[in-house]
Nanobody
Framework: QVQLVESGGGMVQAGGSLRLSCLAS????????MGWFRQAPGKEREFVAA????????HYADSVKGRFTISRDNARNTVYLQMNSLKPEDTAIYHC????????????????WGQGTQVSVFL
C-alpha cells in the first residue's frame, strides 16, 4: 500500500511559478514510478508528467513540456512538480499517482492516487 498526500497548490498570476509536493507513505516508495495528473472542471483527468523509480526517465504532456519539471527525492519519499510560466489553462486539481510500472503511469492506469491540490492561475 502507498498513501499519497499532495501540497503546494494555490493561486498565482499567469507567468508565475508553483512547486507541488507529494509525500508518500510506505517503505516501497523508491520502487514505484510516480506521476502527476490534473483535472479541470468539466474535463477528464489528464496526464501531466511521470518519473521512473530512480529518476532516470521522465515523460511530459506536450502542453507542459519546457515549463514543468518532475523530480523525486527517494530519501524523503517525495515527488515534486515544479511549474513555471503558468497559464490560466493550467488551472485544475493536481493529483499525485504511483505505480510499480512507469508505462502504467503514462497510460493513466495507476494503482494509487492522492486526494489532490488545487492550482488556480489568473490573468
Amino acid at each position: 500500500q502507498v498513501q499519497l498526500v499532495e501540497s503546494g497548490g494555490g493561486m498565482v498570476q499567469a507567468g508565475g511559478s508553483l512547486r507541488l509536493s507529494c509525500l508518500a507513505s510506505g517503505r516501497t516508495f523508491s520502487s514505484h514510478a510516480m506521476g502527476w495528473f490534473r483535472q479541470a472542471p468539466g474535463k477528464e483527468r489528464e496526464f501531466v508528467a511521470a518519473i521512473s523509480w530512480n529518476g532516470g526517465s521522465t515523460h511530459y504532456a506536450d502542453s507542459v513540456k519546457g515549463r514543468f519539471t518532475i523530480s523525486r527525492d527517494n530519501a524523503r519519499n517525495t515527488v515534486y512538480l515544479q511549474m513555471n510560466s503558468l497559464k490560466p489553462e493550467d488551472t485544475a486539481i493536481y493529483h499525485c499517482a504511483a505505480d510499480l510500472y512507469l508505462k502504467s503511469v503514462v497510460a493513466n492506469t495507476v494503482d494509487y492516487w492522492g486526494q489532490g491540490t488545487q492550482v488556480s492561475v489568473f490573468l
